[in-house]
Structures are given as C-alpha cells and as structure tokens.
C-alpha cells in the first residue's frame, strides 16, 4: 500500500498553459527559446516540488486551456486564468496565488482616455474572453477589437488602428511600458485574481495544492518569485500580510527588457534568425508529418466515397453523399475541435496528432471524393463497353480500366489539395501540435519581428510544398505519354 502511494506521488504534474507571447506568465525565453519561463512557470514548479511531483508542460491554445483540462490533457491549468464566475461553472480553483486590476495603455501624448467611461466612442483592443474583454462590452458606445495575442493589440495601438488597449497589469508592464510610443494611464481599472484551474473530480489534488500555495505565501517564496518578476505589490503584500517592498532585485524583468531589445545591426539581426532555423525545422516536421498521413487518408476516403456514390448500391451512395455534404458544409476547425474535444463524450480519445490526421483526412477525403467523381465521369463509355465485351466484371473494369484513366486527370488536382492542406494544417495548432504556423507566432510576437520570421516560415512551406509539386508534374509527363515504340 505504501509502495502504491509511493508510486502515485511520483507521478508528473502535467500543466497546461500558451506559452506564446506569455510573459510574464508563461513564455520560451526570448534567449533561449527551448526553455519555458515566466513567473507562473516559477510558481507552478515550486508547487510540484512541495507535492513530491514532476512539473511537466503541455502547450495548448488560451482558447482551448479549459476544453484541454476537462478533456484530462493535463492536471492543472496556470496561464493568468482569471478567478471569474464564468471560469468557476467549468473548473475548481485554487486559491488566488496573484492579485492585480486591468490597465489602460495610449499612444505616448494621448490625453482624455484614462478612465473606462473616456473610452466611449472610442476603438479599444483586448484579449478575447478576457476579464477585461467583459468590462469593455458591459460599457457603452465602446467598439471593442478582440485579440488571441496582446503583442497585436499593442502593435496596432502604435499603428494607429486602435485608440486604447485595456489588459492586465502585467502584460502592460512587459510589453506596453518598454514600447517609447506608448503610456500606461489612468488609475487602476476593476480588480481580478489568478487561480491554478482544476477539473472539478479532482478535489484531492487542489486541496494540496491550496496547501502548497499557503507555505509559499507563509515562507516568504511567493514574495520571492513576484520580486525576481518585478510583480510584488502592495495589492498582493497586504493579501498575505507581507512587507510591500520586494525581496530582491528584478532579475527576470530585467533578463526579458534585454533578451528583447531591438537588434541593431544586420549580423545580429541575421544571426537572430540562424537561431530560428531548429524551431522552424521542427515545425515543418510536424507540418510535413501531419500533412502527408492526412492526405493519404483523404485519397483512400475520397476514392471509396466516389466510387460509392456512382458505382454503389443506393444505401451505400446515400451514406457516402451524406459524409460528402456534411464534411463541405461546416468548417475544418469545428471538424477538428469536434473530433478531440467532442468525442471523448462518446468515449473515443485520440492523441492530438491522431485527431488532427483524422480531422485534415476526412475533410480533405470529401473535396477528394468530388475530384475523382469527375475524373471517373470523365472516362468515355466506350472504354466501358469494350471492357464488358471482353467479358470483364465491373470490379475489374474499375480497377484495369476506369480507375487508372481516371486518375490521369485527377493528378494536378490532387497536388494542389495537398499544397492546400499543408497551409490548412496549421489548424491543427488548437490541438497543442506544434507545427509552422505556430512557430510564426511563437517567434514573431516574442520579437515584434512580422517580417522577418514571416519570410523564413513562407519559404518553409514553400521549400515543403515545391517537391510535390515536380513530382506531379513528371507523373503528369509519364501518364500523358503514349506507349514507346519497340
């Protein structure tokens, strides 16, 4: 019995949270990125440490972090997830381990918009299914911009697209407050606490975690890590009867202003990118991976539907358009977010790669069934006939005579669905893979640097996509020509 409860504590602590553009909270260091850090990472490990557990991450899209959680993906959530009465329908929370307000930011010389009421009549940007994104529609005349990064409502205040931006505390201090054209105003706005989010059968694991997060606040560590992070205030010091002055300098706060300073030159600039080319490598794996097991499933789907539908009894036709006219009529994110977080209501839990194969597959499979509907259209009826009167079955006229003339006009169809659904595997990324576009995103809003990192990652998916392309034409070339002369 002692060996079993031995065991169980020795268990990972898997955590989810986005850890792209994350900071404070969670983020990869600006200089180096394999690592996660940010003042949760902190936190959350000095928790795990308490349990006897090993800390291990799992990246998740924000939208998806409590989809994932409920789904079992992971034990907990940490990502600046606000304690709301929204939030505590779906999850249990810990006690609040930060306290902080939302914070308004301008453009530099900005007068007028420090308050939320000022805001009126005006464009503001925040953080989709925010605390803040909620203030910002409960106030009238406000046209409100939602974001899934805050690095891009911060840039499109400085272009002049927004006239405010109201976020947390913290993302303002570390990405509004070192940007020169823009201000934090105005006095504190509301007030919200953090909470570690848990499924809401996991009563055990929080009440442990209440208790870890009491001795951090008791021993001083948690007054530590806020200081390191330049976060420890008033507000959170009167919360557990602390001193408001810091334990120590701002460490990390000082480590993100540098690791993210503009580059000066070229050749920082240029071996900034050479650093990229791991990351971008691995993404295009998972890309490459992803696409191409997706697409062998779409021929073998797309072919069985269309020779369903034109060649099958009327059930079996029947069945086949349904799947056809389902998959084209809704969208190939609600298809993938269906198949990992829908099914496992049903009791079937696929791994995110699995899920994302299934989901690329089958919608592509649908697009594909078309395709070679009119490929076997196509095939004059006297290729039929002549098959029939040298006594062939139907199976073997499909497969010696229709099929293969078939999927000679097929060919340059087929390779720019694939070219296509490479693009469209960067949708995958809401099931935590980690592929292109992920890596753009990741590495773009940690750098402010769009240009860039957006030319390395076109030209991956064009070095990805440029083979297929050759390779249909010489199959092009081979089909088209006739029989050689002896």
């Known amino acids: 019995m002692l060996a079993a409860a031995g065991a169980r504590a020795a268990e990972p602590l898997r955590w989810g949270a986005d850890a792209q553009s994350g900071a404070p909270y969670v983020y990869h260091d600006p200089a ?65 381990y930060y306290r902080t307000f939302e914070q308004i930011v301008v453009r530099r010389g900005t007068v007028g918009l420090d308050t939320l009421a000022a805001l009126r009549g005006h464009v503001v940007g925040t953080l989709k299914a925010s605390l803040a994104d909620r203030m910002l529609q409960a106030e009238p005349g406000i046209a409100v911009r939602r974001y899934d990064e805050e690095t891009d409502a911060y840039s499109d205040l400085a272009l002049h697209r927004l006239d405010a931006v109201l976020l947390d505390w913290p993302i303002a201090l570390y990405y509004a407050a070192p940007n020169a054209r823009l201000a934090l105003v105005g006095a504190p706005v509301g007030s919200l606490s953090y909470g570690l989010a848990l499924r809401k059968d996991n009563d ?11 001795a951090m606040q008791q021993d001083g560590t948690m007054r530590r890590i806020l200081s390191r992070w330049k976060l420890w205030d008033a ?21 993100f202003r540098d690791a993210t300073a503009g ?30 097991c997706a697409m062998v499933l779409a021929v073998g789907a797309g072919l069985i539907a269309a020779l369903a539908r034109r060649y099958g009894p009327r059930p079996l036709a029947l069945l086949a358009t349904l799947y056809v006219e389902v998959v084209r009529g809704t969208p190939l994110l609600i298809q993938i977010l269906f198949i990992f977080y829908g099914l496992p209501s049903l009791g079937i839990r696929l791994d995110p790669f699995l899920a994302g194969v299934i989901a690329l597959g089958l919608n592509y499979g649908a697009y594909e069934a078309e395709n070679y509907r009119a490929g076997l259209q196509s095939v004059p009826h006297g290729q039929i006939e002549a098959a029939v009167a040298l006594n062939m079955t139907q199976a073997q006229t499909l497969r010696h005579v229709v099929v293969p003339q078939a999927f000679r006009f097929v060919v340059p169809v087929m390779t720019n669905d694939f070219i296509s659904l490479l ?20 590495l773009s809003t940690t750098y402010y640097d769009y240009f860039g990192t957006g030319l390395m990652i076109g030209a991956a998916y064009l070095l990805l996509g440029l083979p297929f392309v050759h390779l249909a034409r010489l199959a092009e070339r081979r089909l088209a020509a006739g029989p050689r002369r002896i």
């Open 263 to 292: 580059t000066p030159t070229w050749a920082a600039r240029l071996r900034r990118y050479a650093g990229f080319l791991p990351l971008i490598a691995r993404g295009a794996a998972m890309t490459l991976a992803v696409s191409a």
């Open 235 to 255: 507000t959170n010091a009167a919360a557990i009867g602390e001193s408001p002055a810091p334990s120590g300098a701002p460490i990390a706060w000082r480590h």
């Open 32 to 96: 180096d990125q394999a690592r996660i850090t940010g003042f949760e990472t902190e936190i959350i490990e000095a928790v795990a440490a308490r349990l006897g557990r090993t800390p291990v991450f799992v990246q998740n899209d924000w939208d998806g972090l409590i989809p994932g959680l409920q789904r079992g993906l992971y034990d907990v959530v940490i990502d600046g997830l606000e304690i709301t009465p929204e939030h505590a329908a779906a999850v249990d929370f810990s006690r609040p």
């Open 423 to 442: 693009k469209d595997s960067s949708l995958v990324s809401v099931i935590t893979l980690s592929e292109l576009s992920q890596t753009y995103v990741r």
């Open 204 to 214: 055990g694991l929080r009440r442990k975690i209440n208790a870890a997060l009491a």
